[in-house]
């Protein structure tokens, strides 16, 4: 556990000392939420039916900005091959990498939300609950997407296929975390569609680091 931790800190380290794939992520939610007033007209009934929407897959959209470099890095200069040799497993190397790159680009963005959702015109009894889809949603982004960038490390044009590979399994959460808003502003029961939410992002836990730690150890063997 203090391995793992000591992985996460310095991962949160590296990226604040940087400091662009927050602001990159950020800048780029804000940015694309900001546009659709522009491309459907400002029509405040109009916003506040595709709020949920727009939110939910700009938020999708922009997790995925940082997620080629979530290995690659380490990759490049080596580290990576000695965090594969140290005594803890692998698969926790991968979880610590995955729980920085959420806490560095998923939270950020459920800081933003509410603000965008103002913008929209969304109802303020879905505040909560868009807080809440984002929270259970984007750790399951940033844990299918680990996947995607260890199956893509050291690959030319390892963005392109990234997205091709990450982008089909991302639409059940963007679904479930669009109707659970959607039916908490039509004042329908929520817990169903967060239920399936918090199943995938179980089921993602579960698997997705030894799949990714599973990808990586091809790359460094090959």
Sequence with gaps: MIRLLGIVRRDLHLALR?????????TFFIIAVVLFPFGVGPEPNILARISSGVIWVAALLASMLSLERLFQT????????????QPIALEFTVAAKIIAHWLTTGLPLIVAAPLLAVLMNMQAEGFAILIVTLLLGTPTLSLIGAIGAALTLGSRRGGVLLSLLVLPLYIPVLVFGITAIDATLAELPARPHLLILAGLLVAAAALCPWVGAAAIRQTLDS
């Design 74 to 85: 380490d990759y490049e200069d080596g580290s990576l091959e000695l965090l594969a040799l």
């Design 18 to 26: 940087q400091g662009m794939d927050s602001t990159m992520v950020v």
